[in-house]
């Protein structure tokens, strides 16, 4: 059976070998050592992607099981924050957080950052 793990920079494995998108982190990942742990696996492949949103891995994930066989595969998904969008553009994949840092209010009409 294929473990296929997709997901953000958790499932990738982000800062366990390299900061940032690099497929030595994905031989460090949890998903990888649930692959070596247990035998019904034998083949491995991750797809996860540092700051991707769930439309994106939504997406790449069925876009694999289409062009890859999908039979005998175990699907591993890591979902990621809700707040972080994707969208392609101009044949550009752009992807944005709406990450709003600690908020202190000080009048009930005026928000400082």
Known sequence: MKLLANG???THGQELVTD???PANTQLCYA???FDEYEIFEEYDNIALPGISNA???ESTIDYLITNDPGNTFVLIGWT???RYSFTHNDHYIRFNIHLSLIHI???TRLRR
């Open 8 to 10: 953000c920079s958790m």
């Open 20 to 22: 940032g998108y690099d």
């Open 32 to 34: 990888k050592k649930i």
């Open 56 to 58: 994106h891995i939504v």
């Open 81 to 83: 924050s809700p707040i």
């Open 106 to 108: 000080s009048e009930p």
